[in-house]
């Protein structure tokens, strides 16, 4: 079983649906990342979180530490938010390292 | 401030060729994370460098690969002898304290091997 698990693996949605992506570890963090891959291109940050929620525009993170569990909130979604949207976990390594573990990704295609 | 970069953005060498990656961090950051995403897997971490020093190579394959960050210049992903399962997307990010949560990435590097 992977540490970082991440739902729906695809995800279609027509133009301003309300989407969600979820996430669940098993292992101890230090913080999680919602991260952005568009198609060939670079890794965007979107959030860090350790406990509670953020919010930037249109996306919301959550995050449930008791639970291991976070949600990425996209309200009313756009074409250009098709990506690959990646759960990220730092594992808690005592502080000396914060390599991140990742989930495999979430797909999103966002249609007109 | 300029953001993390790599380069080259593309390379393509032949089996058994060297490939170089290059990876500046973020002006002030001293630690290196490299991470490399095969064709149709996810990202997997491969190793955390300080200036001068491999904190972490676990994620490193064992023959072939290595890293460096040195006390001036870029940090170095070297692989020897590449083969067509070298072929990925290497990324590089940089954070500006031990055991820093927050880290930026580089665009990456796209390695062909044909």
């Known amino acids: 079983k992977n540490e970082v698990e991440q739902s729906p693996q695809n995800l279609t949605a027509q133009e301003g649906e309300f989407i969600t992506i979820n996430c669940s570890y098993s292992v101890g963090i230090s913080a999680l990342h919602w991260l952005q891959q568009h198609p060939g291109g670079g890794i965007v940050s979107l959030f860090m979180l350790s406990s509670g929620k953020k919010k930037h525009g249109r996306l919301i993170a959550t995050i449930n530490i008791q639970e291991k569990h976070s949600s990425l909130h996209i309200t009313a979604s756009h074409p250009r938010d098709s990506a690959v949207y990646i759960c990220?976990?730092?594992?808690?390594?005592?502080?000396?390292?914060?390599?991140?573990?990742f989930g495999t990704g979430t797909l999103l295609a966002v249609q007109p | 401030n300029a953001g993390v970069m790599q380069n080259p953005r593309h390379l393509v060498r032949r089996r058994g060729q060297e490939a170089r990656l290059r990876c500046s961090p973020m002006k002030g950051h001293s630690h290196v994370y490299w991470y490399r995403q095969l064709p149709e897997e996810g990202l997997k971490f491969m190793v955390y460098?300080?200036?001068?020093?491999?904190?972490?190579e676990s994620g490193m394959p064992k023959e072939r690969f290595s890293a460096e960050f040195p006390k001036e210049g870029p940090s170095i992903l070297r692989i020897q002898q590449v083969v067509r399962g070298d072929s990925a997307a290497y990324f590089c990010?940089?954070?500006?304290?031990?055991?820093?949560?927050?880290?930026?990435f580089g665009p990456g590097t796209r390695l062909t091997v044909l």
């Open positions: 460098l300080q200036k001068e020093n491999i904190i972490d």
């Open positions: 990010a940089s954070s500006p304290e031990t055991g820093g949560v927050e880290q930026f």
């Open positions: 990220a976990v730092a594992g808690w390594y005592g502080g000396a390292t914060n390599k991140l573990i």
